[in-house]
């Protein structure tokens, strides 16, 4: 059983037991999250595609860490115009993991 989950504007496949980093969620390590933005379920009674979400539908998963990314160097530059920056980025992180996939 799979479920194509969207957060965070992208999208996720997610199964059951897999551990999955997504875009900063807010709530405490240990915490539970629904997502009921459920686009896609696989079960027993085959593929359910929503327009644009599977109704009833709804994912469940435990924080287990709030980290950030790696950090990434943005540098911008005007040539013969002695212009330069550096500026450098790291996204906020969750990482959840699935428990439980409902497709009532």
């Known amino acids: ?9 992208k999208q996720y ?8 980093q997504v875009e900063r969620l807010v709530g405490p390590v240990g915490a539970t999250i629904e997502f009921d933005r459920v686009l ?3 079960g ?11 109704e009833r539908a709804k ?11 790696k950090k990434i160097i943005v540098f911008k530059k005007k040539r ?3 212009y330069r920056r550096t500026n450098g980025h790291r996204q906020y ?7 439980n ?4």
């Open 1 to 9: 059983m799979y479920a194509v989950i969207e957060t965070g504007g």
């Open 13 to 20: 496949r997610v199964v059951p037991g897999e551990v999955v």
């Open 40 to 42: 896609a379920v696989q």
């Open 44 to 54: 027993d009674g085959g593929l359910v595609v929503g327009t644009p979400f599977v």
């Open 59 to 69: 994912v469940a998963a435990e924080v287990v860490a709030q980290t950030r990314a």
């Open 80 to 82: 013969r115009k002695n």
């Open 93 to 99: 992180l969750t990482t959840i993991k699935i428990t």
């Open 101 to 104: 996939i409902a497709a009532a």
